[in-house]
């Protein structure tokens, strides 16, 4: 069965508006949990922007949620990974000035330092990904880096879908890339601007394990629960 992540960044974003303790993450993340999500994705920012160092802290403490932390290739990041020991990292890009996630890695440029980062948290179990653009060079350099799993942005498919243009090229590219991935014994996940239409067809490729949805997930649970909203990505993504 496919996995669903749920990223709480942005209810951290909202308790951090207020500077107070509410609404609580531990809280969230247990109850995203109980209510069906696979794991938990926190993306410990340089410029601690939502998640803090005692979120990460506290929840991957709770042996019973599965969390998968998104970092950038940074040391000072690197050791807090090392020290909480999540079950997952996703090695992400990370540029100061962005609202959110751009584009995938630049592997070729980082390679040595991301080749590093692997190597430490493999020795440590922590089962590593990629965020990639969905290119077959990405897939290549990607196996050769020894990742167990890739993360392919879905930024620019999303908006295409939500704007109603043509988007059938670029779901083409990331289903051969899915392929390609799969192929080569790399895990295969999917994320970044997912609603539920984007997951309708992204659930076509079968060979995408996991998604990894987190702004529309915590957006749309203000009108309907984040339970309810829970479920109906669950269905959406066993299609």
Same mark, same amino acid.
């Given at each position: !069965?496919?996995?669903?992540?749920?990223?709480?960044?942005?209810?951290?974003? @909202?308790? $951090?508006?207020?500077?107070?303790?509410?609404?609580?993450?531990?809280?969230?993340?247990? @109850?995203?949990?109980?209510? &069906?999500?696979?794991?938990?994705?926190?993306?410990?920012?340089?410029?601690?922007?939502?998640?803090?160092?005692?979120?990460? *802290?506290?929840?991957?403490?709770?042996?019973?949620?599965?969390?998968?932390?998104? !970092? *950038?290739? $940074?040391?000072?990041?690197?050791?807090?990974?090392?020290?909480?020991?999540?079950?997952?990292?996703?090695?992400?890009?990370?540029?100061?000035?962005?609202?959110?996630? #751009?584009? &995938?890695?630049?592997?070729?440029?980082?390679?040595?330092? +991301?080749?590093?980062?692997?190597?430490?948290?493999?020795?440590?179990? +922590?089962?590593? /990904?990629?965020?990639? $653009?969905? /290119?077959?060079?990405?897939?290549?350099?990607?196996?050769?880096? #020894?990742?167990?799993?890739?993360?392919?942005?879905?930024?620019?498919?999303?908006?295409?879908?939500?704007?109603?243009?043509?988007?059938?090229?670029?779901?083409?590219?990331?289903?051969?890339?899915?392929?390609?991935?799969?192929?080569?014994?790399? #895990?295969?996940?999917?994320?970044?601007? !997912?609603?539920?239409?984007?997951?309708?067809?992204?659930?076509? +490729?079968?060979?995408?394990?996991?998604? $990894?949805?987190?702004?529309?997930?915590?957006?749309?649970?203000?009108?309907? &629960?984040?339970?309810?909203?829970?479920?109906?990505?669950?269905?959406? /993504?066993?299609?």
């Amino acid at each position: !069965m496919r996995r669903l992540g749920v990223n709480i960044d942005h209810i951290a974003t @909202l308790r $951090n508006a207020r500077g107070e303790k509410h609404p609580d993450l531990l809280k969230a993340a247990k @109850l995203i949990t109980s209510y &069906g999500a696979d794991s938990i994705t926190l993306h410990l920012r340089e410029d601690r922007r939502h998640i803090k160092d005692s979120d990460v *802290a506290k929840i991957c403490k709770q042996k019973k949620i599965s969390v998968n932390l998104e !970092m *950038a290739a $940074n040391d000072e990041i690197l050791k807090i990974a090392l020290k909480n020991k999540p079950k997952y990292v996703c090695i992400v890009p990370e540029k100061r000035n962005e609202i959110t996630t #751009e584009g &995938g890695l630049n592997l070729i440029k980082n390679k040595n330092k +991301i080749k590093k980062i692997i190597n430490k948290l493999k020795r440590n179990k +922590i089962r590593t /990904s990629l965020f990639i $653009n969905p /290119s077959i060079k990405d897939i290549n350099l990607s196996k050769t880096l #020894e990742t167990e799993c890739i993360e392919l942005h879905t930024g620019k498919l999303s908006n295409l879908i939500k704007s109603k243009k043509k988007f059938l090229k670029e779901f083409n590219k990331i289903k051969r890339c899915s392929t390609l991935a799969n192929n080569l014994g790399l #895990e295969v996940h999917a994320g970044h601007g !997912m609603d539920y239409k984007t997951t309708k067809i992204l659930s076509k +490729i079968k060979v995408i394990k996991e998604f $990894n949805i987190g702004h529309f997930i915590i957006g749309e649970s203000i009108f309907l &629960g984040l339970k309810k909203i829970i479920k109906k990505f669950r269905i959406l /993504s066993k299609r």
